[in-house]
């Protein structure tokens, strides 16, 4: 199983992201795709969390209204789009799976990860 994370960088205060999330290795219809993020000496966050089949959507309320989780089943992907982005958004976001369907913001219930890119906002 494999988790591939892209779409990181830099940007200004209001700009926007899109960061991917490329799933392979087994068919994830069934499970619960996240976000996470962690900032330098700060413990990883939930940031928001569908669920692939029937496309619910969870979020953290520091990202509620800016960010926007979807998926393309087709494509096996998973996107997160980050608007109006402030500058303590600045972390390294990772994108998981779990397959147990509860616990969604507890980055200790996700079974398989990605490595991680880089988000950085400058003010």
């Known amino acids: 199983v494999q988790l591939q994370a892209s779409g990181g960088g830099l940007v200004q205060a209001g700009g926007s992201l899109r960061l991917s999330c490329a799933a392979s290795?087994?068919?994830?219809?069934?499970?619960?795709m996240g976000w996470f993020r962690q900032a330098p000496g700060k413990e990883r966050e939930f940031v928001a969390a569908i669920r692939w089949s029937a496309g619910s959507t969870y979020y953290s309320d520091s990202v509620k209204g800016r960010f926007t989780i979807s998926s393309d089943n087709a494509k096996n992907t998973v996107y997160l789009q980050m608007n109006n982005l402030k500058p303590e958004d600045t972390a390294v976001y990772y994108c998981?799976?779990?397959?147990?369907?509860?616990?969604?913001?507890?980055?200790?219930?996700?079974?398989?990860w990605g490595q991680g890119t880089q988000v950085t906002v400058s003010s």
């Open positions: 290795g087994r068919t994830f219809s069934s499970y619960f």
């Open positions: 998981a799976a779990q397959g147990r369907l509860a616990y969604i913001r507890d980055s200790g219930q996700y079974d398989y």
